[in-house]
């Protein structure tokens, strides 16, 4: 019996031989990083293409690529976390692909490093990452930066002034500690913080080691791979253009400073979306009403919701005529059932979903109860 090609070598073979690849991303890190990665394999064998975020393809002769839950029916898919299909699939087109770009994506799914086992051994073996005491951050200005982090969310998180504070009671003490011990006690402070906070769960002590012991790259845009996976994931949402090029590798100081800025901001939103939501639990569900907030930092609040303070399985984040979802199982079913009881448009994956409707947020969030 012959042993059957994985999924990358015959989706190599179409894109060698069309004539136009248009590649449509949702708009998240993973799938982000994902695209970029295709496309740069695009432009390294001349093969003409486009690179869309969340839109519809509109070439006759194009071989459509779509990546991550979107509306988009494509030629082919890759799934999350779709950073390492696509390290492989750019290996197959002949491609040297960024393995530091698809370990970010890999972490902006939410996986861990080990899911894309070939981009950690080539990262590896061309000592691209080193692991190191201290957070995942994607700069070396740790106020800043923990504020506006959303891989972890603490009395901190939004907050500069507070986050100032808390660099600051360490300086005090310092007796001429290395860097890496300083490191070392700003994450172990940090982690406290977070798990002692008001409104803590228990799953906060699980989900804060994602922020700490990070993956340093230093020949990389962003300080960590950490730090990476979370501007890549900001960009994606808020700011597409800057996220296509970060994508594209066009990575000049103005394009990194774009991405950054765009990442303060969101971080910024997302913080103050989650502590201003009024929330309500229901069996199964903990569900936050941002009111008129921007949909874009719906599914980060819902994550982050889930992650540190939702006392049931399930968070829906959700604004006027969008919500975004966050679960350990079943989500992309139960946004599917709900958004046709209400005629709107959805999608997702298994633990995480999206939506948009014209009906009241009431009755949607009744629809999304229901169908879990």
């Known amino acids: ?78 799934d999350r976390p779709a950073s390492p299909t696509a390290f492989e699939l750019a290996r197959h087109l002949g491609a040297d692909p960024d393995p530091v770009l698809a370990l970010a994506g890999t972490i902006a799914a939410g996986e861990t490093v080990q899911s894309a086992d070939a981009a950690l051994e080539a990262a590896r073996e061309s000592a691209l990452i080193d692991r190191q005491p201290g957070l995942g951050l994607p700069t070396a200005d740790v106020p800043t930066g923990l504020a506006a982090s959303t891989l972890l969310h603490g009395p901190f998180s939004g907050d500069e002034d507070a986050a100032a504070a808390l660099v600051a009671e360490l ?97 910024a939103a997302v913080h103050d979306g989650l502590r201003s939501a009024t929330t309500r639990r229901h069996h199964g569900v903990w569900l936050l009403d941002l009111g008129d907030a921007d949909p874009a930092v719906l599914p980060a609040v819902a994550r982050l919701a889930l992650a540190f303070h939702s006392p049931e399985p399930v968070a829906l984040a959700v604004t006027d005529g969008a919500a975004a979802a966050a679960g350990d199982s079943g989500i992309d079913d139960a946004v599917a059932a709900a958004t046709r009881a209400v005629d709107g448009t959805g999608h997702g994956t298994d633990t995480t979903g999206w939506a948009r409707f014209d009906s009241d947020t009431e009755q949607f969030t009744d629809a999304f109860r229901e169908a879990l």
């Open 171 to 267: 300086d005090a003490g310092d007796d001429a500690d290395s860097d890496e011990a300083f490191d070392r006690r700003l994450a172990s402070l940090v982690a406290v913080d977070t798990v002692t906070a008001e409104g803590a769960t228990e799953r906060a002590a699980t989900q804060v080691e994602r922020a700490l012991r990070p993956y340093v790259t230093p020949d990389a845009p962003f300080r960590t791979l950490g730090g990476y996976a979370d501007v890549l994931d900001a960009v994606a949402r808020t700011a597409p253009a800057a996220g296509i090029s970060l994508a594209l590798e066009e990575g000049s100081d103005e394009a990194t400073d774009a991405a950054l800025a765009a990442w303060r901001k969101y971080g």
């Open 1 to 78: 019996m012959s042993k059957a090609r994985p999924v990358e070598e015959p989706l190599a073979e179409t894109l060698s031989a069309a004539p136009f690849v248009r590649v449509a991303a949702a708009s998240d890190g993973d799938s982000l990083a994902a695209a970029g990665l295709l496309a740069r394999a695009c432009a390294g064998t001349d093969t003409p293409f486009q690179l869309r975020l969340d839109d519809a393809p509109d070439t006759e002769d194009a071989v459509t690529v779509t990546v991550g839950p979107t509306a988009v029916d494509g030629d082919a898919t890759l």
